[in-house]
């Protein structure tokens, strides 16, 4: 069965930076887009980020745009999100989720970053 | 600032139908928006039930369905669980780095 586990999160300082993952299997991920989608604790939903499943073409929300950078390597079948210059608007639960149709099929359970000094 | 309006909160009796709504401050919601449903309860991911509009996924109960209604898509649950109790939201996409979810609509069944 399809499985996507976030990971990485933690606490950082403003203006410092974070690497999150998430690891697929039981499915072929070189196949899918991906998505990172983030929630904000006791908020609701903001879409993040999606890359193609080739890898060559990402697109980001103004939010985050040039401050985070999304990348995949479909040879180990991960995900990976680069925040950097972190804000304390960007403390949130990130998740990723396969693409179907421009919108979600499969989620992760997400994985908790914090920025606060 | 494109904004996606869904309704705050909305109550059905069990067994009963509602209809869930989500617009655009853009104008009238298309299928060139794919809408999408997502689903979520308390301490959970998201789960989506719709997307593109109308199209299900394996897990997504029978009862939900998408359309597009007045301008507006829409989530119908006909015949309502106490299990459908949670948190709904919506996302439509204008482009591809212009994707935005409404403010989500929390469900109570009773």
């Known amino acids: 069965q399809v499985q996507l586990v976030e990971s990485g999160g933690g606490v950082v300082q403003p203006g410092g930076s974070l690497r999150l993952s998430c690891a697929a299997s039981?499915?072929?991920?070189?196949?899918?887009?991906m998505h990172w989608i983030r929630q904000a604790p006791g908020k609701g939903l903001e879409w993040v980020t999606f890359?193609?499943?080739?890898?060559?073409?990402?697109y980001y929300a103004d939010s985050v745009k040039g401050r985070f950078t999304v990348s995949r390597d479909n040879s180990r079948n991960a995900l990976f999100l680069q925040m950097s210059s972190l804000r304390r608007e960007d403390t949130a639960v990130y998740y990723c989720?396969?693409?179907?149709?421009?919108?979600?099929?499969?989620w992760g359970q997400g994985t908790l970053a914090i920025v606060s000094s | 600032q494109t904004v996606v309006t869904q309704e705050p909160s909305l109550t059905v009796s069990p067994g009963g139908t509602v209809t869930l709504t989500c617009g655009s401050s853009?104008?009238?919601?298309?299928?060139?928006?794919?809408p999408c449903w997502l689903q979520q309860k308390p301490g959970q991911a998201p789960r989506t039930l719709i997307y593109?509009?109308?199209n299900k996924h394996s897990w997504t109960p029978a009862r939900f369905s998408g359309s597009l209604l007045g301008g507006k898509a829409a989530l119908t649950l006909s015949g309502a669980q106490p299990e459908d109790e949670a948190d709904y939201y919506c996302?439509?996409?204008?482009?591809?780095?212009?994707?935005?979810f409404g403010g989500g609509t929390k469900l109570t069944v009773l």
């Open positions: 989720a396969t693409d179907i149709k421009w919108g979600f099929e499969d």
């Open positions: 593109d509009t109308s």
């Open positions: 890359i193609r499943s080739d890898g060559r073409k990402a």
């Open positions: 039981g499915f072929t991920f070189s196949s899918y887009g």
């Open positions: 996302l439509l996409s204008f482009t591809y780095d212009w994707r935005v």
């Open positions: 853009t104008g009238s919601v298309t299928g060139g928006h794919y």
